[in-house]
């Protein structure tokens, strides 16, 4: 932790694997100028999850650790909102800054909203509009108590606006994710060359990930989907990380790997970004995922119907293709042959966590 007398206290939460990576350029641009506590919420807890993140992205042990684990959404949310509650009474932070979607970044914005402790919420503003998504009740919940809303895109900020939002709240930073991207970049890149050698791949490959619940708690959807994908594929290698809830689902259920499918355990940061920048194209349902493809030019096709990033679709290399078999296999077969075209997309520079901490500095120390 660092201490400084007039400096101010901000207590930074990481909950789940997609808050690493914004958590660390934050922590990095925050801990010089503030005495920053880093509170791990435990939402993810094991080594795939969490650990492996903290290592490789540098991130320090975190100074308190909640230890909340798996559950429900409510048990989740109920166990954050206590354990934290306890924290901040303690450590009485004059700011606590929260990052992306996750159940953990929510409910520790109401913890610290009900003691009147100014919340800075970093990825503000986006919208699927799908009330089916989990993340969708967090963001909207998370934008409406936080102080600050710092946004990665000018589409957030008319979303913000449109929801009544004054714009003397809305800071539009750029994407701090894409800060911990660039940043390894080249760590990326030749981490690449070992994973690439350990999983035999020496031709084009595409990479997959898939954990939404409405794509992989039914059997059917998950077998048809996969199949979808190495058909349209016709044979070249797809690479599958996957995450724990859908290896759950696929040991459960006992769904057959098509043959050119390589399922591989969750990987770090560093080796996944470098994974995907020599892939020919991801197929995927992640958020984060939309946004590094873009950025390293990779064609994304979303398995999904509506997307809270709308600018990797305007800007960006993503198609959203929905979750019809019958679609994903001919978008599958279209993007072998789409061209790499990076974007540039505003802002998305590898210098947004500084401008998150100019803007609480800014605010917290009056200039
Ligand atoms: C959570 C986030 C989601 C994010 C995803 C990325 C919410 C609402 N959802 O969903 O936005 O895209 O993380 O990973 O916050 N598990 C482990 N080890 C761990 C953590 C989880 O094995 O370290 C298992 C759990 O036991 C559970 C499953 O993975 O069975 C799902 O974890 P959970 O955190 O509940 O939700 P995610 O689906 O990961």
């Not at 109920?78 to 700011?95: M, Q």
């Not at 895109?153 to 930073?173: F, M, R």
Request: aromatic share 4%; net charge negative.
């Amino acid at each position: 932790m660092t201490s400084s007398t007039h400096a101010p206290r901000i207590t930074l939460v990481a909950g789940a694997r997609p808050n690493f990576m914004k958590v660390a350029p934050v922590l990095k641009a925050l801990e010089h100028r503030a005495n920053v506590t880093l509170v791990h919420t435990g939402q993810h807890y094991d080594d795939q999850m969490s650990g492996s993140f903290f290592r490789d992205l540098e991130i320090r042990e975190p100074d308190v650790s909640l230890g909340i684990g798996s559950g429900s959404h409510a048990q989740q949310t109920a166990g954050v909102l206590v354990a934290f509650e306890r924290h901040l009474t303690e450590a009485a932070p004059d700011a606590v800054v929260v990052v992306g979607d996750v159940n953990s970044s929510m409910a520790a914005t109401l913890a610290a909203s009900k003691l009147g402790i100014p919340v800075a919420h970093v990825e503000a503003g986006l919208r699927s509009r799908d009330w089916a998504m989990p993340e969708e009740i967090n963001r909207v919940v998370t934008d409406r108590l936080s102080r600050w809303l710092l946004t990665t895109s000018a589409d957030a900020d008319a979303n913000l606006l449109a929801e009544g939002e004054p714009p003397s709240k809305i800071h539009l930073v750029g994407n701090v994710m894409i800060d911990s991207l660039l940043s390894r970049l080249e760590a990326a890149r030749s981490a690449a060359v070992q994973v690439r050698a350990e999983l035999n791949l020496d031709g084009a490959y595409s990479v997959m990930t898939l954990h939404r619940p409405s794509n992989v708690d039914e059997p059917d959807t998950l077998r048809a989907l996969m199949s979808a994908v190495t058909s349209g594929a016709d044979g070249s290698v797809v690479v599958f990380p996957v995450h724990p809830r859908t290896r759950y689902r696929l040991l459960d259920a006992n769904v057959n790997v098509p043959r050119s499918m390589v399922l591989v355990d969750p990987l770090p940061f560093t080796a996944f970004i470098g994974l995907v920048d020599g892939a020919r194209f991801v197929v995927t349902d992640s958020g984060g995922i939309q946004e590094e493809t873009s950025v390293l030019g990779i064609p994304c096709l979303t398995l999904r119907t509506s997307t809270e990033r709308p600018v990797t679709c305007t800007l960006g290399t993503n198609e959203l293709v929905g979750t019809d078999p019958d679609r994903v296999e001919a978008a599958v077969a279209s993007a072998t042959t789409r061209d790499r075209a990076p974007a540039n997309i505003p802002l998305w520079d590898g210098r947004a966590a500084e401008r998150v901490a100019d803007v609480l500095l800014h605010d917290l120390t009056d200039g």
